[in-house]
């Protein structure tokens, strides 16, 4: 979240954002519910006080004229104070909410929209393969190579499951291990995550796990949800936490299953394993100091780029428009990997890298302490390191051949313990 006294300071530019982004949010709501909580702490301190003093009065030596008085006030203030005391966490639990749905200033250099068409490519990388043959989608290679069964997923699990078998279980084993070995050949702790989170650590992470619009799977009467990535228990590994500063940053990578409604998800490009209600991801997240979030940022831009260039995957970076950015992040950039399966051939988005600043660790009360004992809220950041269901459309629609088998990328095939996976329909 942002700092009220930011929000209170800069209240025009807050408001330009909110709109720049799309979203729905009331500042001048929230700096109401503000000043109406601090007049009630302020309301109920001065009572406090007096209730206080009244007791000592109480003890002394009283004629029954002033005990009579004594008693009447404290009587009145008995009376007033759990109202005002009532009053007050309904204001907090107002204030909180509201505050909660201003998102993150943008970079001053994110493109202002709210389609993927205001996206704005920065980079673009690899020669794109020119067929001989008419290309087939993942979804018919996946049926003919016999490594992705949707038709079992739809029947045992509902629409967008899906089973892997044969070689696509190594393919996704190998993917999984190679984006390990790069991400902590870069100094990255590697992490298995719990794949259930408790809805305020989703909340502090800027995750809405309530309501129709939400793309998270709640766990009814338990409190807790199902994760859409490693990025909200990584987030929440060090809530409530005051780190030192000579630690940071602190690399992690945290493996996950990643569950999705997906709801409302659809259009040509969205069949298959594109969109996906459960899919395995490798996910990079980083808690550093304020100053160095901009560095680092770049850093995961270009370990992603490391990761898809060593599967010679074509590929392009986006800088994500202000309206696509999601309220935590302050700035994003997508890569999207060349998949000839769609149409004519187009890009698809693969991995994201985001920059939230110090929003979720402001929601989740994380810090850190100076030599000199001064507190700040440290920066958060994430980055995909490979999402597999998308990884594998990319490869095998990539490196397909013409009598249908799939050559597998040279630094792959290590992982996979073959070259090549021929066709068994």
């Known amino acids: 979240m942002l700092d009220i006294k930011y929000i209170h300071d800069n209240l025009t530019a807050v408001k330009e954002n909110i709109a720049n982004r799309s979203m729905n949010a009331d500042p001048d709501k929230v700096l109401e519910l503000y000043e109406q909580r601090n007049l009630l702490i302020h309301q109920i301190d001065v009572l406090r006080a007096q209730r206080n003093e009244h007791a000592g009065k109480m003890k002394g030596q009283l004629d029954a004229t002033a005990r009579q ?13 759990p109202a005002l005391e009532s009053n007050l966490e309904e204001i907090e639990t107002l204030y909180k909410i509201e505050l909660a749905k201003i998102p993150n200033m943008a970079h001053p250099d994110a493109p202002i929209g709210k389609l993927d068409s205001d996206n704005k490519e920065i980079a673009r990388w690899g020669t794109i393969r020119k067929f001989d043959f008419a290309p087939l989608d993942h979804v018919l290679l996946g049926e003919k190579l016999d490594i992705i069964d949707f038709e079992a997923g739809t029947k045992v699990s509902g629409t967008k499951f899906y089973f892997l078998k044969n070689e696509g279980v190594f393919l996704e084993l190998a993917l999984i291990r ?21 809805e305020e650590v989703l909340l502090g992470v800027g995750f809405n796990p309530r309501g129709a619009e939400s793309n998270i799977y709640s766990l009814e009467g338990t409190g807790t949800c199902l994760v ?18 000579q630690e940071l940053p602190l690399l992690y990578a945290g ?34 100091r304020p100053e160095d979030s ?3 940022h770049m850093q995961l831009r270009t370990i992603e780029e490391e990761i898809f260039r060593g599967l010679e995957i074509p590929y392009r970076i986006v800088d994500t428009c202000t309206g696509d950015l999601g309220a935590p992040a302050y700035r994003k950039f997508d890569l999207e990997a060349w998949m000839p399966g769609r149409g004519d051939g ?15 660790a402001r929601r989740l009360n994380c810090k850190s302490k100076d030599s000199e004992g001064k507190k700040t809220y440290v920066h958060m950041l994430n980055g995909t390191a490979i999402a597999v269901s998308r990884a594998i459309i990319a490869v095998i629609e990539n490196f397909q051949e013409a009598d249908g088998s799939v050559r597998i990328p040279k630094n792959l095939q290590p992982y996979c313990g073959f070259d090549l996976i021929k066709p068994r329909k």
Request: charged share 25%.
């Open 294 to 296: 901009d560095r680092i």
């Open 346 to 360: 187009d890009f698809g988005e693969v991995t994201s890298t985001s920059n939230c600043t110090d929003y979720q």
């Open 228 to 245: 859409g990535t490693a990025e909200i228990t990584l987030g929440g590994y060090h809530a409530d936490s005051l780190l030192n500063e």
């Open 69 to 81: 008085a004594q008693i009447e006030e404290g009587r009145s203030i008995k009376e007033q104070l």
């Open 255 to 288: 493996l996950s299953h990643c569950f999705r409604r997906e709801a409302g998800a659809a259009g040509q490009f969205s069949k298959g394993l594109y969109r996906v209600h459960q899919f395995s991801k490798v996910e990079m997240f980083v808690y550093c």
């Open 178 to 198: 190679y984006a390990l070995d790069i991400v902590t050949k870069h100094g990255f702790t590697a992490f298995i995550t719990p794949d259930i989170a408790k």
